[in-house]
């Protein structure tokens, strides 16, 4: 399937607006509707499907179940739901937004929303309230509250980084488009952000960057000093990591990866994704052979399907570690482009067992004048 074949789907913000606009529109006028159409964020208008609208005590709730598109997304499915009622004693003409029960509530500083208050991001609470100001019969004199639940909210963040970015109870409601492109990626990198965020605002000094869980694990077993939230995961979004990262002025930037993408940073690509990037096991040959790997090694690496099986010959080879020292180095040249001058940076190298390979790091102007290295600890 073709990138233009693929369809789109609709965030978390967008099936809240079009679950609370239904609900009030139940409780002011009495009108059931099968579909809604709700504004977008960034302008124009978006149709949502219905799978529930029903009175509910004194007031009206909705049912919208999200589609996230061939997006793949942990959210996809998930069943969005709102209760509308009027507010008692509550100012007039005013739309009042709760999270209940799915919805996480954020318990730590650095996010746009405030330490105590349920986790609807501040684009996603102004298309909720503008969609509920377009029912009918919605006026001056009425003022309304609008909770949001996620039934099986708090089983699917688990499979999020909310836990993490300490958003705790359930999923986020999320959005900055109200519209998900397939593979866009752009809710990872709203992740990455909102962590480098978060560990400034804690005073952390320096970041842990890692491709996923395992080499985080194996970074966090190495340097158990490092606090969670300093750990980041990034996934393939290495450049964009270290621009972030150099924008909020952190002193150092360490990296916990496997060879894989260890070498596909040294070949010089930004974004590591198996799809977007492919490795060259020709010039990775061409630089085993520079340092001293046989002939017969240096073409068996340069036919290896993978760069876990270049790994396992080169480590055949007394040159081994010159070799892993020439690609570290070279990673950290291509990672300097991106961090700039300022802060220090490192490289972890970890094979599939956890077995730390080699570690090479450079300091930085900033890392140099305040004492600080990648290893220096946070504080």
Known sequence: MSRRELREGFTTGSAAAAAAKAAATLLLSGRRLDTVDIPLPEGGRLVVP?????????????????????DPDVTHRARIRCRVAFTVGGPPGGVSLRGGAGVGRVTRPGLPVDVGEPAINPVPRRQITQAVHEVDGFGPADGLVVEIEVPDGERIARRTLNPRLGILGGISILGTRGTVRPFSNEAYRETIRLGLDMARAGGIRSIAFSTGGRSESFLAALRPGIPPEGRIQIADFFAFSLKEA??????????????????????????????????????????????????????????????????????????????????????????????????????????????????????????????????????
């Open 50 to 70: 219905l799978a529930a609208v029903e009175w509910e005590g004194r007031g009206a709730a909705a049912t919208v179940v999200k589609d996230a598109g061939d």
């Open 246 to 379: 150099r924008k909020r002025g952190f002193e150092a930037v360490w990296m916990a990866c496997f060879f894989g993408k260890l070498l596909k940073i040294a070949q010089g690509h930004g974004y590591t994704h198996a799809h977007k990037a492919a490795l060259d096991f020709g010039r990775l040959a061409d630089g085993c052979s520079a340092e001293g790997l046989d002939q017969e090694r240096a073409h068996r690496v340069m036919a290896a399907n993978t760069a876990r099986e270049a790994l396992g010959i080169i480590q055949e080879a007394p040159c081994s570690g010159k070799i892993l020292e020439r690609v570290t180095q070279t990673a950290l040249q291509m990672g300097r482009r991106h961090l700039g001058p300022e802060a220090a940076l490192g490289f972890c190298l970890f094979d599939s067992g956890g077995r730390l390979l080699i570690c090479a790091e450079e300091g930085g102007n900033q890392a140099a004048r305040n004492g600080a290295g990648p290893w220096s600890g946070n504080g």
